[in-house]
């Protein structure tokens, strides 16, 4: 980290979820030093014109934090690999931002020098710049080790979301709300415009739309506890843990 607490960023993924989080930290200030290859490059370019599409290798050799945005299944042998390659370096601080994994998932990194950090901003990204948007008004689950717990916590704030702590033993169960909440809504609101486009409603997902929000604001609201709803939030030290 330089003088101004400020890093050079690189990111492994080029989904729905890379290109964004890149954005968002380029936004606070962080310096891009590269994304890997593999999503859609006219979409990625969009996003972070002049970033340049690397190797791996070379996006965390560059790199001070290093984003790792890719699906469930690959973060485990990516983190094992690159370690097996020597790529991890003393001090860089590895950030991953899948739901379900806490911290021990980058072990072979953190055995090798690296600052294991997980942040997951709680929005369904789309892959655009809308989401930059709806990070802003978006909670994050943060779980590190405690004496960079701070930095995990502000990271999620420089990315426009409002930082949770989540133990390394809740994510399972941090996940899976995130999973029923995300898929749930989802098939309810696809089998009711379903029902509406077979009796010939036109723009079921638009009639929906109002009905939808309100709905779920109302469950949101009846979920929230007082204190939370009125914005006591307390110190981070005393949230979770």
């Not at 101004?4 to 200030?29: D, K, N, Q, Y």
């Not at 979409?43 to 690397?54: E, F, G, K, S, T």
């Not at 950090?117 to 990204?125: G, Q, R, S």
């Not at 916590?153 to 033993?169: F, K, R, T």
């Amino acid at each position: 980290m330089n003088r101004e607490g400020r890093l050079g960023v690189g990111v492994i993924g080029a989904g729905t979820v890379g290109p964004v989080i890149a954005a968002a930290l380029a936004g606070a200030g962080h310096a891009l030093t590269g994304i890997t290859r593999g999503g859609d490059d006219d979409r990625v370019a969009a996003i972070l014109p002049n970033v340049p599409q690397l190797d791996a290798d070379e996006v965390i050799r560059r790199s001070e934090l290093v984003v790792l945005a890719v699906p469930h299944d690959e973060l485990p042998g990516l983190v094992a690999g690159l370690a097996d390659l020597g790529a991890w370096q003393l001090g860089q601080l590895v950030m991953h931002v899948d739901p379900a994994y806490g911290v021990d998932v980058l072990r072979p990194a953190a055995e090798k020098g690296a600052i294991p950090l997980a942040v997951h901003p709680a929005i369904t990204f789309t892959g655009s710049r809308i989401d930059l948007t709806q990070l802003q008004s978006a909670w994050a689950a943060v779980t590190a080790p405690g004496p960079v717990l701070p930095i995990a916590q502000a990271l999620a704030v420089e990315m426009g979301c409002e930082p949770i702590v989540v133990a390394e033993s809740d994510r399972a169960a941090y996940a899976e709300a995130i999973h029923t909440a995300t898929t749930f809504s989802t098939a309810i609101v696809h089998q009711a415009s379903d029902l509406l486009r077979g009796i010939g409603v036109p723009n079921p997902g638009g009639y929906l739309s109002a009905l939808v929000r309100s709905t779920i604001d109302r469950a949101l609201s009846e979920a929230t506890p007082r204190d939370l709803a009125l914005g006591d939030y307390g110190d981070y030290d005393d949230i979770d843990e």
